[in-house]
């Protein structure tokens, strides 16, 4: 076989070991929980027969190996069972968050990751001038602030300033103001529904979309500008310039191509970021997505989709790891080659 | 009316135009004076209520694990639901009265054991089944029978039986109970088609809305139903209610208009957001309040000294301004206030008094171990604060108390009602029977002070089947002042409800009962156009 697809069926099996070692960890991690999911749902309101009579109907009282062999046993066959809190069916609305979270993090990645490798580009070719300083100092300005206080800022700024702004500005033409402020709205609410055309969709979702971009930027942009700079040393790269080629072509061609790896990885992490970490930006907006859904879940004691979300999230994270691997030995000749 | 013409009318409401401005202003986009000025009478004024449009709420307490099971609806998001889509028996008026839904009146024999409600005739469900006394008996059953997880058990408790008579659903008491279409009220107790028996969750009642669109957590979506009995309810053609739990996502949601009302407004920026020119602050207070309490059968607070000195050292007026930021009311350490009907108001109020506070601590003997309070975040809101003024007016009248500082996670497992001191909120009650019933009788699941006397038991059920008015006001006296002085509640303020409504909602009234007149905005309000 050829070499590169046994390293790929490597990577996979361990994939795989690494997915059962992360479901024990789930599990074991939702038993040591404080608090009980009786109580958790009915609140503290809840009167003691009641709370007996939930707990015999959810059967929390057997013993955790039995539950986590059933649940295993389950998930291994496409169930992940129902949810205890409201008995709806697991995967139907895991699915429709996930697929929530997953349009959000594939738009957010759309205009962060290209950006982030043009800016650290811009970077290289400007180093130590004013284009590199200023687009280091963006970014890390953007990273240190928390991702919370950049919602409400922008919230603050482009939903309820600018509507005010542009509503005050009586030298425009009312016609104009008016097709402004109904085309220039942020929502501050990012609800979305499926009678929503595609770019209702997008417009409803521009600040989570920008609020994620500026905090996923500064890592991958510097990261890009590190690997490559480190690559500018080498001797090809001299060699290049010798021959006369233009600096811009010199890292498009020559630096780029063998600074993927490191590149990649660091992509890859804020991928996985973008889809597993999420939560506090969809507090924010009212984003339905995948991380509120864990942690209201979490509260109330709700086991089985607790675990749920953590295997996909772990599958995610391992998944997206996998992929930046395979890349990072594809990109290099010498691991694609091995003696 | 455009764009352009309807802010410009919403910028003369504002004081940002004057009258005339707009007039020359309109005649400029093609509009006669006379129109120009009809409009601006109806931006003003808008007289009566607006039907059609769409309401939209932003409320807290919204989880993916709700469901539309009144049974187990517990906070704000399902309690809105079930209000739009359902009606009980009886709803508890804004005055304090009974607001007759599903029952059209109610008839009580002499000793109050026996209630006689008349079921509301000509009225159906949503899906087309009509409303009987036998649906009203199965909802009762379904929230009382042994099985049963409602949130509504406590209250059905005293029912010895229930019964359909034709029109007439019928409810014998083994004691009487002058109050008891008020625990009709109770937002659990929304008449469901064969009481729900045969798909709880399916949100068909007889409300004004149909649910349309369920997505817990995230929004649902109502429209009005062509049915309803009441036309003076349901105003709008649809209503969307979104989660918004964040609070400062849900006041962004309604200052950038994306919502017409929203709920719990934090007390440390209304004061600002009510600056905002197209939205108002609604402030009721009401009969929910923020406590401390302690477990009287349990060392060191078994001690009457002991726990007088800390009800003395609690400086209630500091708390109303810096935990309520002014949005509440001092409380008086017993869980009534002017709020509720028979409240006696020559009940001195308990002041804040370091002097008496170390001199009850030094009656009570106590050994000098430090006092221990949990607390936590989600107690209340502000309730770590609360803790710490607290503590540091303790120490000023050598208390030694210290604050346990608990995650929220479990608070309601694993501290209240199990730690002996610490911090809580109730709802309030609509009257001051089931507010004693649910938390100071010795038999009552939620006493969470341990409080149990037979006198005051015995008070409790002889002011229940009182039907003279004065007599029964003198007996909660004496029960309130009996808490007061002994019992294990320190109760250092009621607080308000604070909504938030935009400029465009007409029809809003001040409701004590709950927080967004009693969660009826919904279908009491409507949006001008």
């Known amino acids: ?339 | 009316m455009n764009d352009a013409l309807k802010h410009l009318s919403t910028r003369v409401t504002k004081g940002l135009m004057t009258r005339r401005e707009f007039v020359g202003r309109a005649a400029a986009l093609g509009v006669t004076a006379a129109v120009a000025n009809s409009m601006l009478a109806s931006a003003a004024k808008a007289a009566g209520p607006v039907k059609g449009g769409t309401l939209k709420i932003g409320t807290s307490g919204g989880e993916s694990t709700n469901t539309q099971d009144p049974a187990a609806a517990a906070s704000e998001a399902p309690i809105t639901n079930l209000r739009l889509w359902g009606e009980p028996l009886v709803n508890t008026a804004p005055d304090g009265g009974l607001d007759f839904r599903a029952a059209e009146s109610v008839e009580a024999s002499a000793d109050a054991k026996t209630w006689t409600f008349k079921i509301r005739q000509g009225v159906e469900f949503h899906n087309g089944k009509s409303l009987t006394a036998e649906d009203v008996l199965a909802t009762m059953q379904r929230h009382s029978n042994d099985d049963s997880q409602s949130g509504a058990l406590g209250i059905m408790k005293g029912i010895e039986n229930m019964k359909a008579d034709g029109d007439n659903f019928v409810v014998e008491l083994s004691v009487g109970n002058a109050d008891l279409p008020y625990l009709m009220a109770d937002y659990h107790l929304m008449i469901q088609p064969n009481g729900g028996m045969d798909d709880p969750t399916a949100a068909i009642g007889i409300g004004a809305y149909t649910l349309e669109v369920d997505e817990p957590g995230v929004r649902h979506g109502f429209k009005k139903n062509p049915n309803y009995w009441d036309d003076t309810r349901g105003h709008a053609d649809e209503v969307e209610v979104l989660v918004l739990n964040d609070s400062t996502a849900r006041t962004a949601a309604l200052q950038s208009g994306q919502v017409h009302l929203i709920n719990r407004i934090d007390p440390k920026v209304a004061g600002l957001l009510d600056r905002a020119p197209n939205l108002g602050v609604k402030s009721v207070s009401g009969r929910g309040h923020y406590v401390f309490i302690m477990h009287v059968d349990t060392a060191p607070f078994d001690n009457n000294e002991l726990r007088l000195a800390l009800k003395y050292a609690i400086n209630r007026e500091e708390m109303v301004d810096k935990i309520l930021r002014g949005y509440g009311s001092i409380g008086n350490d017993m869980p009534i206030n002017k709020a509720y009907p028979l409240f006696d108001e020559t009940i001195p109020q308990r002041e804040h008094d370091l002097a008496k506070a170390a001199e009850h601590y030094k009656k009570s003997g106590h050994d000098g171990s430090p006092i221990i309070l949990r607390t936590a975040d989600g107690a209340f809101p502000g309730a770590v604060d609360a803790a710490a003024l607290f503590q540091q007016s303790a120490q000023a009248a050598g208390i030694p108390l210290e604050i346990k500082r608990e995650p929220n996670d479990g608070y309601w497992s694993e501290v209240w009602n199990v730690q002996p001191f610490c911090a809580s909120y109730w709802g309030g009650r609509p009257v001051q029977d089931q507010m004693y019933s649910t938390a100071y009788l010795s038999t009552a699941d939620w006493n969470d002070t341990r409080w149990k006397r037979e006198d005051f038991d015995a008070k409790l059920l002889a002011a229940r089947a009182e039907l003279d008015e004065a007599k029964r006001k003198a007996i909660y006296s004496e029960m309130g002042r009996n808490l007061r002085d002994e019992g294990g509640l320190i109760l250092p303020m009621f607080n308000d409800f604070v909504d938030g409504v935009s400029n465009n909602v007409g029809g809003w009234i001040e409701d004590p009962n709950d927080q967004m007149m009693n969660n009826l905005a919904s279908v009491k309000c409507w949006v001008n156009a």
């Open chain 1, 1 to 339: 076989m050829h070499p590169i697809l046994t390293l790929v069926a490597q990577r996979l099996a361990l994939g795989f070991l690494l997915l059962f070692a992360a479901s024990i960890l789930i599990f074991v991690g939702t038993a040591i929980l404080p608090g009980d999911v009786a109580q958790s749902i009915l609140g503290q309101s809840a009167t003691p027969e009641a709370l007996a009579n939930l707990r015999a109907e959810l059967g929390v009282d057997q013993p955790a190996i039995t539950r986590y062999f059933s649940w295993l046993g389950g998930v291994l066959q496409g169930d992940l069972g129902t949810a205890l809190t409201n008995g709806r069916d697991i995967a139907e609305s895991l699915s429709s968050r996930l697929g929530n979270t997953l349009f959000l993090a594939f738009w957010a990645a759309l205009i962060a990751v290209p950006l982030a490798i043009t800016l650290g580009l811009l970077a290289v070719r400007y180093k130590d001038r004013w284009p590199d300083k200023l687009i280091s100092a963006i970014t890390l300005t953007t990273i240190s602030i928390p991702e919370f206080m950049i919602g409400y800022l922008l919230i603050f700024f482009l939903s309820i300033q600018l509507p005010l702004l542009i509503g005050g500005m009586e030298f425009l033409p009312d016609g104009l103001r008016s097709w402004l402020l109904s085309n220039l709205r942020f929502s501050s609410v990012a609800l979305m529904n499926d009678s929503m055309t595609l770019i209702e969709k997008i417009k409803s979702i521009t600040l989570p979309i920008m609020v994620l971009t500026l905090v996923v930027l500064a890592h991958m942009m510097r990261m890009t500008r590190a690997a490559i700079l480190n690559v500018m040393q080498s001797a090809y790269i001299e060699t290049a310039e010798l021959k006369g080629l233009g600096m811009l072509k010199i890292i498009r061609k020559h630096a780029f191509p063998n600074a993927i790896a490191p590149i990649v990885n660091v992509v890859m992490l804020n991928l996985a970021y973008l889809v597993v970490g999420v939560v506090v930006v969809e507090v924010v907006f009212a984003y339905p997505g995948m991380g509120q859904y864990l942690v209201d879940h979490v509260s109330k004691r709700d086991v089985p989709v607790v675990q749920a979300c953590g295997l996909i999230f772990a599958a995610v994270y391992i998944g997206l790891n996998l992929i930046a691997d395979i890349v990072s030995i594809l990109a290099n000749p010498r691991l694609r080659h091995p003696k």
